[in-house]
């Protein structure tokens, strides 16, 4: 079963910095394409950044761009987002996303996936 465990969300001030995890198992993980999505409250999905399964790519939403970083273990199975110079809309529930699984898939405008975890929560307030 494929399974995503998202951590380290949390609140914290304009300015300041988090550092997102996902652990990841139930599947192939150096074959995985992983991405970052989030939802604010009342809006819809939107995606937030990507990386190849060798880590040689990543791409990012410009909202987020220059300020967000995705990285990926690929032998602890994990994927991290460093987060940085955070504004308050910023704000949202991070889910870690995989191309991996056996649903349909769902997407945010043309970024989709097969699973996603449970998500993790970051305020952004002062």
Known sequence: EVQLVESGGGS???????????????????????????????????W????????????????????????????????????DSLKSEDSGLYYCASDFGNTKPDCAGNRCYRTRGQGTQVTVSS
């Open 12 to 46: 914290v001030q304009p300015g300041g910095s988090l550092r997102l995890s996902c652990a990841a198992s139930g599947f192939d993980f150096n074959m995985a394409f992983m991405s970052w999505f989030r939802q604010a409250p009342g809006k819809g999905l939107e």
């Open 48 to 83: 937030v950044s990507s990386i190849t399964y060798g880590g040689r790519a990543e791409n990012y939403a410009e909202s987020v761009k220059d300020r967000f970083r995705i990285s990926r273990d690929n032998t602890e199975n994990t994927v991290s987002l460093k987060m």
